[in-house]
C-alpha cells in the first residue's frame, strides 16, 4: 500500500470519527521535546549553543514574578508569552526592560487549569467552534477536536494573538504552541505555520534544534542537579533547546489543578524548582566552563528563517 494511499485512508477515517461526534478521535500527537530533528548545524563550527525557552508567561501573577527573576538572575533567553489572560501588560512591562530575551508568542487555543478559565483574543462569537457556552478555551487538545473546531476560525484566532502581541509593543521573533492545541491536527498546523510565515516570524524547533535535557518530570529537588549533569554530557556542536515552566510559588497557584492527567500533581512545587534551577550559580558557572553560547530566536530569525523547516514527528 503506498503512502498516498495510507495517508487517504488516515484522513478518512478522521474525518469519520468527528462526524460521528466521538471523542475518542485520532489525535496527531504534540510536538515534543524529543521530536525536533536535526539537520545540517546552522552555524557550521564546533561550538555549543543552547536557548533556554520558558513558556506561559501572562498566564498568571506568579509566573511573571518568575520572569522578572529569570531576567535579572538567570540563563534565560526566550520568553513565550500567553497574551490571552489578565497578566499580559505586566508580563509586556517586563520585557519591554530585558530586551536581551527574545520574545514568542506562545499561541494558546485550550485552557487546562481549573479553576482559572481563560478564552479566545476575539469575541466569543467570532470563533464559536473553539469555545464552550461560557466563552472559554475547552481544556484539552482532546476536548478541542472533539468539538470539531473551524479551521478559518482557528486561523483568525492565532493571527489575533500575534496581532495583539504586536499592538501591544512586543518585539517578537518566534511562535510556538501552548499544549500543542493549535496544532492538533496537520490543517490545524498548516494554519499556524501560515501565520508564522506571513508574519515573518521563527517557530520553535524548526531550526533543527537538538533536544536538550528534559527536566519537565524530574522531582523537584532533583532539577538543578540533573541539568548540571546533563549539561556536562554536552559534547557534540550545534544548538540545544530546553523548554522550562516557571513561577514563583504562591497561594493562587498552589491551588490550581491541571485537566491534562500527564501534568504533575505538585506544578507549584515543580515550577518554583524550575525558575531556582535557571538562575542557580552552578548552572552559570557548569555553562560558562564549557563555552556554551547562550542565544534566542532574535539570531535564528535573522540569520537562517530561510532555512526554517518543520522537524520531525
Known amino acids: ?14 474525518c469519520a470519527s468527528l462526524a460521528a461526534g466521538q471523542t475518542t478521535s485520532p489525535i496527531a500527537p504534540a510536538p515534543s521535546d524529543k521530536a525536533a530533528s536535526a539537520p545540517a548545524n546552522l552555524y557550521g563550527d ?23 527573576k529569570l531576567c535579572n538572575e538567570g540563563i534565560i533567553t526566550a520568553a513565550s508569552v500567553i497574551v490571552n ?4 501588560d505586566e508580563t509586556l512591562a517586563i520585557l519591554k526592560n530585558h530586551p536581551q530575551v527574545s520574545v514568542g508568542v506562545h499561541v494558546c487555543l485550550n485552557s487546562e487549569w481549573v479553576p482559572y478559565k481563560w478564552g479566545p483574543v476575539l469575541p466569543a462569537k467570532e470563533v464559536p467552534s473553539l469555545v464552550d457556552e461560557w466563552g472559554h478555551f475547552f481544556g484539552t487538545r482532546k ?4 468539538h470539531q473546531p473551524n479551521l478559518d476560525e482557528v486561523e483568525k484566532e492565532i493571527r489575533a494573538q500575534v496581532d495583539l502581541a504586536l499592538r501591544k509593543g512586543l518585539k517578537i521573533s518566534y511562535m510556538d504552541h501552548h499544549m500543542g492545541a493549535a496544532v492538533t491536527t496537520p490543517q490545524m498546523r498548516e494554519r499556524f505555520v501560515k501565520v508564522a510565515k506571513e508574519k515573518g516570524l521563527a517557530i520553535s524547533r524548526w531550526f533543527g534544534e537538538m533536544p536538550g535535557p528534559i527536566v519537565y518530570s524530574v522531582e523537584p529537588a532533583s532539577k538543578t542537579d540533573f541539568l548540571i549533569s546533563e549539561l556536562e554530557k554536552l ?21 490550581l489543578k491541571d485537566l491534562n492527567i500527564t501534568g504533575p500533581k505538585n506544578m507549584a512545587d515543580h515550577r518554583q524548582a524550575e525558575c531556582d534551577m ?3 550559580p552552578r548552572l552559570k558557572q557548569v555553562s560558562k566552563d564549557k563555552g556554551i553560547e547562550l542565544l534566542g530566536y532574535d539570531t535564528r530569525r535573522e540569520k537562517f528563517l530561510a532555512q526554517m523547516r518543520q522537524p520531525a514527528e
Open 46 to 68: 564546533d561550538r555549543i549553543r543552547l536557548i533556554v525557552r520558558a513558556d506561559d508567561f501572562g498566564f498568571s501573577h506568579a509566573s511573571n514574578m518568575a520572569l522578572e
Open 143 to 146: 476536548d478541542l477536536l472533539a
Open 85 to 88: 489572560t489578565g497578566w499580559l
Open 278 to 280: 535557571l538562575c542557580s
Open 235 to 255: 559534547t557534540r556542536p550545534g544548538v540545544y533547546l530546553i523548554v522550562c515552566h516557571t513561577l514563583i510559588k504562591t497561594p493562587e497557584v498552589e491551588v
Open 1 to 14: 500500500m503506498t503512502i498516498n494511499v495510507i495517508s487517504q485512508l488516515l484522513l478518512a477515517a478522521l
